[in-house]
């Protein structure tokens, strides 16, 4: 045998869990399909994730089985199966059959017995079983050569279990495991058990007395008179329970592993059912030569306007009150400069429209056609990625209204740890059409670059697959959204913010390309002189970059103490230095050449290149989807991670600069915004007083937490107030909290327990949202944006208690990063109503710049105030802290 694994499937099990996992669907003919779709579904993620060289799915046969005989109430109350279910079983045999898989069922014995007798034969033969179920009594049949899949949510999520996992997660044997069912019971199978035993009980029993055997041995030793008393009372019961829920394993089945073997699936009449069943994305499975002889059942509504005056008749029919769904297509992936080769549209269902840009002139011609749609504020606008299609109309002077939806930013909202928001995923997690891979036309796996090659009618047909896309999502992704309470959060925040964003990218930040390139020289002078500072301390040369040499020169050459040892070698990171701290001259010279090479690199010779030659500007991307807690992050450069700690650090803003001298730069930021938030969320008294009374809120935590009068708190006192302030808002550890101060684990914990028992309020907020949470799965901020926590039912203490950490501060960082997003939209629409010259070009966590005209500076300061500080109302006062001048660096 070649591919010596084998998959296993309990048919019978896995259609049900489909059926039950997604909403009914049904063909034209009128034929339910969802549990089939599922199925398959299933299959070919098990086909793609393990590559078995043989495969069988097992079904329980109608009538009775041996456990019938034996007792006859077996099964019994069970409801009868759906009709919209059965039906389905027939279909699915038929889809197997056509992928040529093997399937088995036999009179009197049940799919487990047959996947049970067919696992423990390939085991013996010392193969690798896959059994994939949804019934967690296969887990009897693991062992060293056996694994259990269990699915969990929908059909794509499966829980394996090997011995290890059946150990770890019910600390038993898998023989222990059919014990547990004799214990137990099982009320789906009407199976009895011993009443009053449950999961608990049985593993502590199986635990201390290793079988059903061994309990009634030992029967005398049972703790609990009642627990004592039932086993007695219900022994026979016990045993009968165990035989009943015992998987077969010897059912008398010829087995022949030929048979098994995975063959090639019959293409041509699978394509033909999959059409009939409406599975449009398994026929992306199917050999393209098998499907270009059938292209004409396969080929998608759209039409190419390639003159002005059809692009002038659609553009004509369509009303105000339509859904404009529509998306440039790009030369590359940069959309402020990168070559634009078409635009596809629909504004109806059946049909869409594809004009392809032959040059820059043909675009000029075309273009403004459409213009009175995308200003109209009555036709809604829809797309995917919607920003860089704002890019794209700004470039061309094209304002736009009514930007409604946007199926990135909907995904982003439903589930904010998402990964991926491409349409091939949205396509998949919410339409059940799965294309392909990376080189189908269908989804946006394709370098982008690559579109260029491609010919007009398979562009259009691309670009309409898209928009049909996005249009089936956007009522199943708005259901959603309104049904977890965010339709305010979505239209009224989210998606206006996205042209907000799209101007500052568009706006961009001035550089002194001058200036930036005196500071590399300042900082190689600095690396020249620290490498031979470092020389002179070592004794000799060596590639300072290198761990390796590293390591040898500081625990070998000079004998200091080593922190730690990696695979590789000695581990010389950020944090082993910070431990070497003061042990030697030369680990403060080496931390501080560290510094300078990484801003050096990322900061001068890595911005270098990203300054537009035109406009002497960066035009960073504003980003609403990456960051879990819904803060905007910015790449291209990365704005957002310009060190301010450190005086060399600070000198990076000095190169941003105001766009001529008719412009200073004027920032303003918010003060402790999230230390607000919580005082707002914990409707804590003492940090509400605080904040109206304008007191000092680390020295007050200060007083508080070292329990001395506030006149008598040191600037050691309130630094450390501070750390455990800010601390606090992101559910900072007795370990974090020690290793940031550089004190023992007892000390921060002594701050950290002062803190609480003087801010109970708080506490009693960070005890309510974990448990909140543990129960709901999600945190929401004030505005309702949910986070998931699936963390927090970890049995991992680590990963659980980052959930719980997370739990904490979700709901406040993300209720700050809400309130700036407002702060932003209103500044966004005041300028604009004014008519005013000043452009907001940057948001940096809680700060905002303005790049704002000389003659406007009064004006626009007060209208940044006044807008920022009433961006919401808190039980505490939002204020603000303001600068300006003609440099980042001279605002800060």
Known sequence: ??????????????????????????????????????????????????EPGYISVAFDRKGPTFRHKEYTDYKAGRKKTP???????????????????????????????????????CSNENMDVIVVTGDKDYLQLVDENIKVLITKKGMTNLETYDEKAMLDRYELTAAQFIDLKGLMGDKSDNIPGVPGVGEKTGIKLLKEYDSIEGIYNNIENVSGKKLKERLIENKSQAFMSRRLGEIVINVPLEINLEELKKEKPNEADLLKLYSELEFKSFIGKIDEKVIEEAKESLQMDINILAYKENLQKEVNNINEGNDFIFKFVIGGTDSLTDDILGLAFKYRE????????????????????????????????????????????????????NISFDTVIAQYLIEASQKDYSLKNLASE???????????????????????????????EFMASKLNIIYKAKKILMDKIIEYDMKELYENIEMPLVKVLADMQFQGFKVDINQLKELGNEFDDKINNLTETIYDYSGEEFNINSPKQMGYILFEKLELPVIKKTKTGYSTNAE??????????????????????????????????????????????????????????STNPN????????????????????????????????????????????????????????????????????????????????????A????????????GLSRDLNISRKEAKKYIDNYLKNYNKVKEYMDDIVKEAKGNGYVK????????????????FNVRSFGERTAMNTPIQGSAADIIKIAMLNVYRELKNRNLKSKLILQVHDELIIETYKDELEEVKSLLKDLMENAVELKVPLTVDMQEGDSWYETK
């Open 639 to 722: 704005l957002q991670n310009i060190p301010i700690k450190t005086e060399e650090g600070r000198k990076i803003r000095k190169v941003f600069v105001a766009d001529n001298e008719e412009h200073k730069l004027v920032d303003a930021d918010y003060s402790q915004i999230e230390l607000r938030v919580l005082a707002h969320i914990s409707n804590e008294s003492k940090l509400i007083d605080a904040f109206e009374n304008k007191e000092d809120i680390h020295t007050k935590t200060a007083s508080e937490v070292f329990e001395v009068e506030k006149d008598d708190v040191t600037s050691i006192m309130r630094s450390r107030a501070k």
């Open 350 to 401: 059946k049909d869409s429209f594809y004009i392809s840009f032959k040059n820059e002139e043909d675009l000029r011609d075309k273009l403004p056609l459409l213009k009175d749609i995308f200003i109209n504020p009555n036709i809604s606008k829809s797309s995917h990625d919607i920003k860089e299609d704002i890019l794209i109309l700004f470039r061309y002077g094209i304002d736009i209204y």
């Open 576 to 633: 082993v230095l910070d431990k070497l701290h003061g042990k030697h001259p030369i680990i403060e010279k080496i931390l501080e050449y560290r510094q300078i090479v990484k801003l050096k690199s990322t900061y001068v010779d890595g911005l270098i290149p990203l300054i537009n030659k035109k406009t002497n500007k960066v035009h960073s991307s504003f980003n609403q989807t990456i960051t879990t807690t819904g803060r905007i992050s």
């Open 83 to 121: 009709d919209d279910l059965g039906m389905q079983f027939p279909i699915l045999k038929d889809v197997l059959d056509k992928m040529n898989i093997h399937r088995v069922e036999i009179d009197g014995y049940e799919a487990d017995d047959i996947v049970g007798t067919l696992a423990k034969h």
């Open 430 to 460: 919410y339409l059940n059409i799965h294309i392909k891979n990376s080189d189908d036309l269908l989804g946006t796996g394709r370098k982008k670059k690559s579109l260029i090659d491609i010919s007009e009618n398979d562009l259009s």
């Open 781 to 796: 901020t004030l505005l309702n944006r949910r986070r998931f926590i699936p963390e927090l039912q970890s049995r991992n």
């Open 724 to 735: 455990v302030n800010f601390g606090i808002v992101y559910g900072i550890s007795d370990y």
């Open 1 to 50: 045998m070649d591919n010596k694994r084998v998959v296993l499937i309990d048919g019978n099990s896995l259609l049900h869990r489909a059926y039950h996992a997604l909403p009914p669907l049904k063909n034209k003919d009128g034929l339910y399909t969802n549990g089939v779709y599922g199925f398959m579904t299933m299959i070919y993620k098990i086909l793609d994730d393990y």
